[in-house]
């Protein structure tokens, strides 16, 4: 299986030149630090800062400059600065090309719960309800069973939901995955040394195999 790195490095994969992104709290973080160096991207984050860079090291830290989830960051140059209502205008106007965010569940049509769990204490939905609202391309990273080995990738969503069919991709400890338009995850790639048996038995959801379905390859 992945652990989080893994997941992050091959999320950072799907980057592509000339994008902006944003990236959710948690291992969605930890891709900033696995962008080719040959790719210029921006990444976004809703506290109002566009051009994130690297996590800083010890002789970089700046606890002025934090990320949504208080983590903190570096800057690129060029960078900018601006409150957080210009930066969820940002959002909301569609500019965000590509949304990695993590979740706790998601569904075979492409739902997402990640905010809330029914009887525990919570500070507030955050942004993630505008991200997936407006973003062109959602990118899960999450784990895929929970620690009492239940499926996370379900044919509905039992907790509290963020966003309606919204999910593209689904990088999980186990696999790749695409949400497909009509239902289901279609398995495009599996973890190395996670076979495709393991993935079904790990899978709620409506699984699709097709062919022979390669071993991830990480950087």
């Known amino acids: 299986m992945l652990d989080k790195i893994g997941i992050a490095k091959r999320i950072a994969q799907e980057v592509r030149e000339g994008m ?15 962008i080719p160096k040959n790719i210029n991207v921006v990444l976004q984050s809703e506290n109002g800062l566009l051009g994130i860079g690297p996590f800083p090291t010890d002789e970089e830290v700046d606890s002025d400059l934090i990320n949504a989830g208080k983590q903190t960051i570096t800057m690129m140059p060029g960078s900018a600065l601006f409150s957080s209502a210009d930066s969820f205008g940002m959002i909301r106007g569609g500019k965000v090309n590509l949304t990695i965010l993590g979740a706790m569940e998601v569904s075979e049509s492409g739902d997402i719960a990640n905010w809330k769990v029914p009887g525990k204490m919570v500070k507030g939905m955050g942004g993630a309800m505008d991200l997936v609202a407006s973003a062109e391309n959602i990118i899960v990273a999450m784990q895929h069973c929970s620690k009492e080995g239940a499926s996370k990738l379900l044919k509905y969503c039992t907790l509290p939901i963020t966003g309606l069919k919204c999910v593209k991709k689904i990088v999980s400890d186990m696999a790749v995955l695409d949400v497909l338009p009509s239902g289901g995850f279609k398995l495009i790639e599996r973890a190395p040394g996670i076979s495709v048996e393991q993935i079904k038995n790990a899978t709620e959801g409506r699984l699709v195999v097709e062919g022979e379905i390669p071993e991830m390859m990480l950087n």
């Open 20 to 34: 902006y992104i944003n990236l959710g709290i948690g291992i969605p973080t930890l891709v900033a630090n696995y």
